[in-house]
C-alpha cells in the first residue's frame, strides 16, 4: 500500500510494503491551527499503540495532542521539523514519525473519505 490514509484527527499515514510507516499532520490541521511554535514527539524504540500519544504541536492558538491512528514500534523521529516546527508550515505535509512493525487495526479513511470529513467539519463551523 503506497497512498495515504487518514485518520480524523488529521493524521496521515503511508504505510510501504516493507511493514513500515511514516506519519505526519495533514496541512489543514496546519492552516487551521496557524503558526506552529513548538514541536514535541515520541522517542525511537517506543511502542505505540492506536490512541497513544505520539506528540504534539504548540500552535499560537494552543496545543494540539498527536494521537497514532496505528500500532508500531518508533523507529525514526523527524529531527528537523523539532528543531524547526515551522518546517510544519513551510512544507508539504513532511512526515514526523516512522514506524516499524505496523499494523492497523482501526479503518483509516481514504482520500475521498478524509475530503468529506473536511466538508462535514466546515459545515460545522
Known sequence: MS???????????RVSDDGTALLGVTAQLVRRQKKPVCLNLCDPGDVLRPGDWMGDVEFFKGVFDLRCPVSG???????????????LQDEPEPWLVRLCNVQTPRPLLD????????????NEI
Do not use: F, K, M
Open 3 to 13: 497512498g495515504r490514509l487518514y485518520s480524523p484527527q488529521h493524521i496521515w499515514v
Open 73 to 87: 514500534v518508533v523507529q525514526d523521529v523527524n529531527e528537523q521539523a523539532i528543531c524547526a516546527p515551522r518546517l
Open 111 to 122: 482520500t475521498a473519505a478524509y475530503l468529506r470529513l473536511l466538508i462535514r467539519e466546515r
